[in-house]
T-cell receptor, first 111, second 117 residues
């Protein structure tokens, strides 16, 4: 089925380290990408987005990088904290406005 | 301001039964999306409603259906339940333009967890 793939299903990092979560997307025509965080028992929450005419966007402690040449998206979390432990999904929005999610990467932060 | 609300939060059904899940979007949002999240898997797009119309549909059989009411709330119906329908069903809403760079994010509810025995 439709999907945006992720390279790693799990990621374990030490508290204070930086985290990098990667994502490969399939539709070169997608023009908008979003990262979501889903904590256990909760619905996904928006983290940061990026348009296809950009290659980098920064938020608070998070940075999203977009490489359209290789259809790759990454989420960087600076100074990872225990509260960052969650499953992270990337999603692409196609021209029909449909949001297509990847499998998710589970981030585990060790104190 | 109330977020997206879904009901019921949990339910158990048996194979062959039918289920109706409900979603109330954030006030002012006209678009409602439904996603299925099976255990250990990503979110699979089911349906998108906007202004009462079905705008897009994912790769699911016809026994998955839904509708959107004039007040923009939505129902997801699943007929002839199968074991593999066990999942978390998430509803999300967005402002009238949908999930575009002009409007930003989708807002998700906490989901309805369906178990089919």
């Amino acid at each position: 089925g439709e999907s945006v793939g992720l390279h790693l299903p799990t990621l374990s990092v030490q508290e204070g380290d930086n985290s990098i979560i990667n994502c490969a997307y399939s539709n070169s025509a997608s023009d908008y990408f979003i990262w979501y965080k889903q904590e256990s028992g909760k619905g996904p929450q928006f983290i940061i987005d990026i348009r296809s005419n950009m290659d980098k966007r920064q938020g608070q402690r998070v940075t999203v990088l977009l490489n359209k040449t290789v259809k790759h998206l990454s989420l960087q979390i600076a100074a990872t904290q225990p509260g960052d432990s969650a499953v992270y999904f990337c999603a692409e929005v196609n021209q029909g406005g449909k949001l297509i999610f990847g499998q998710g990467t589970e981030l585990s932060v060790k104190p | 301001e109330a977020g997206v609300t879904q009901s019921p939060t949990h339910l158990i059904k048996t194979r062959g039964q039918q289920v109706t899940l409900r979603c109330s979007p954030i006030s002012g949002h006209t678009s409602v999306y439904w996603y299925q999240q099976a255990l250990g898997l990503g979110l699979q797009f089911l349906l998108w409603y906007d202004e009462g119309e079905e705008r897009n549909r994912g790769n699911f059989p016809p026994r998955f259906s839904g509708r959107q009411f004039p007040n923009y709330s939505s129902e997801l119906n699943v007929n002839a339940l199968e074991l593999e329908d066990s999942a978390l069903y998430l509803c999300a809403s967005s402002s009238p333009q949908g999930a575009t760079p002009n409007t930003g994010e989708l807002f998700f509810g906490e989901g309805s967890r369906l178990t089919v025995l």
